[in-house]
């Protein structure tokens, strides 16, 4: 009931926006009916709802090798993933899903179709390298909760609003560029509002996903045992991080899949770290930082699942013994709410107050212009906008890269443990451990770098003097002289979706993360005050 009022009440708003906008339209244009505008629309989604799955297996066959299995085939790999399969359908009266497997190490399942009755599960091969035949059977329980609640068809109608609200902003911002009357002005009223809520309907759609992958969590509860999907969560992260294959299919389906890359990443090295020290305690307390730091809320609203340790979390309730029980953990470990937030508001001010400069200056401008107090002048205007963007970066580089005191030593697993640390104000720290690659596998110019040491790995990353430039060069001609060698690294220490040290020192060789940014501040700084000379003289 719960699941049918939250996408009932979301997709009512993004529909209410949708009409609001076509509303406008109609009203420009009096020759045009508000109805056939509508009617178009429906037609066209309509028809794309009923082609997208054949769209989707022809693509997928193409791109990424798709192979369509039978369920006796599936049952020869895991058996009980196939009674699970053979359970729900019986269960819910509709026919066995077409089964696809894809051959790429990377563990990822997703589902998609019209209905239940044309539905699709596919899943890679690496779900049945990392994961036992009990958590396999979860990750097709989680899949079948999809199609059991036809959430693909939900999430359909709520991404094609927001993709047909985008697409009437840039039509309507192209006529009033080209139109020369009344209707030119018109045009900018329904760009602006079909902007904002473009905007407000991606967070919506986010939203909604996340409470939708909430509700196919529980449904694989209930059909298999909680556990078993909170350990395959965490495995198929690491299988992420520790893949061969390239990311792209995880990447192009993250959307519509178990997992998606960033904190298939993350989590991947909290799990290599907690495994290799058989810590379970440790994983625990660095999977809290998910639903106790109060920056995990604003990272996971752009991400289209929950973050893992919320997941998790939330399948403990359904079981007495918990893969990790996050409530005695949090009765052994204080947590200082008033030490977290103070953090996060500090946090907040240094990134926000410049962005609210940034976008409130034109209004206060023209306030001031108007009343004569500053001149009227295009270079007063942007001098006086570079400014804001220049003093913006120079304090988020003094506050997020502090000098004061040493490097204090420490270990991967002590870092994604602390639940106080930030996104925004690094920790500064020193890690011996070895080079094992670069940060972004493949890439033969890549600048940044992993480091293990005896409790795990992290990324690192470079910045050159010289920026984007020299970060090339270092990646090109000088980053793989370091892979396999046992070294020491300085920096400061951020925990975003991705954790991640901006390196001060790698061995003998100096990054420059604070530097670059104050030079790139500095640079603004004075440009605006030429720009801001010029124009008073």
Do not use: C
Not at 205 to 228: G, H, I, Q
Not at 363 to 382: C, E, H, Q, R, W
Not at 467 to 490: M, P, S
Not at 500 to 510: A, F, S, V
């Amino acid at each position: 009931m719960r699941l049918a009022l939250a996408s009932g009440f979301t997709l009512s708003l993004l529909l209410g926006l949708l009409f609001a906008v076509l509303g406008s339209i109609s009203l420009v244009y009096t020759d045009l009916s508000f109805y056939a505008i509508l009617g178009l629309v429906v037609l066209f989604n309509f028809l794309m709802w009923l082609v997208s799955p054949k769209i989707s297996d022809f693509t997928y066959r193409f791109t990424h090798g798709l192979e369509w299995i039978t369920l006796e085939e599936l049952r020869d790999i895991s058996p009980a993933s196939a009674e699970v399969i053979e359970e729900v359908t019986d269960e819910y009266d509709y026919s066995t899903p077409k089964l696809g497997i894809i051959r790429d190490s990377n563990p990822q399942a997703f589902t998609y179709g019209s209905g239940r009755w044309n539905s699709r599960i596919v899943v890679t091969e690496g779900i049945f390298e990392y994961l036992d035949d009990n958590e396999a059977s979860s990750v097709y329980a989680h899949e079948l909760g999809h199609i059991t609640n036809r959430d693909f068809i939900i999430m359909t109608v709520a991404n094609t609003v927001v993709q047909t609200l985008f697409l009437i902003y840039i039509n309507a911002r192209r006529q009033a560029i080209r139109a020369r009357d009344r209707k030119g002005a018109a045009f900018i009223g329904v760009a602006v509002a079909a902007y904002v809520f473009y905007f407000i309907g991606k967070y919506l759609v986010y939203y909604l996903s996340r409470v939708r992958e909430y509700y196919a969590d529980k449904f694989a509860s209930e059909w298999t045992d909680p556990n078993y999907l909170s350990s395959a969560l965490i495995k198929i992260s690491y299988g992420i991080l520790n893949s061969p294959d390239n990311k792209d299919l995880v990447q192009a389906t993250e959307s519509m899949g178990i997992m998606d890359l960033e904190q298939g990443e993350e989590k991947g090295a909290v799990y290599y770290n907690a495994s290799n020290l058989g810590d379970w305690d440790a994983l625990g307390k660095a999977l809290m930082f998910d639903f106790k730091n109060p920056w995990a809320s604003l990272l996971e609203l752009t991400s289209t699942h929950p973050l893992t340790g919320k997941r998790i979390k939330a399948m403990n309730k359904y079981t007495d013994q918990p893969f990790i029980d996050f409530d005695k953990l949090l009765e052994k470990t204080e947590v200082s709410k008033s030490r977290l937030y103070k953090g996060f508001f500090k946090d907040l001010s240094v990134i926000g107050v410049p962005k609210i400069m940034f976008f409130t200056f034109p209004l206060i401008y023209g306030g001031l212009a108007l009343a004569n107090a500053v001149p009227v002048s295009i270079a007063v205007f942007l001098g006086g906008w570079a400014l804001i963007v220049g003093f913006g970066a120079v304090m988020k580089a003094v506050y997020s890269y502090p000098m004061r005191g040493g490097f204090s030593k420490s270990t991967v697993m002590d870092l994604l443990g602390n639940i106080y640390s930030s996104p925004v104000k690094g920790e500064k720290t020193s890690v011996e451990g070895e080079i094992i690659g670069r940060g972004n596998a493949g890439y033969f110019a890549g600048s940044d770098l992993k480091i293990k040491d005896s409790t795990g790995m992290i990324h690192l990353g470079y910045t050159s003097l010289f920026g984007r430039l020299g970060n090339f060069f270092f990646g090109w001609r000088k980053a793989g002289d370091y892979v396999d060698q046992k070294i020491t690294i300085k920096g400061w220490y951020f925990r975003g979706l991705v954790p991640r040290i901006d390196m001060h020192e790698l061995g003998d060789k100096r990054s420059y993360p604070k530097t670059w940014s104050l030079i790139k501040g500095v640079i603004l700084v004075v440009v605006g005050l030429v720009l801001v000379s010029v124009g008073l003289i």
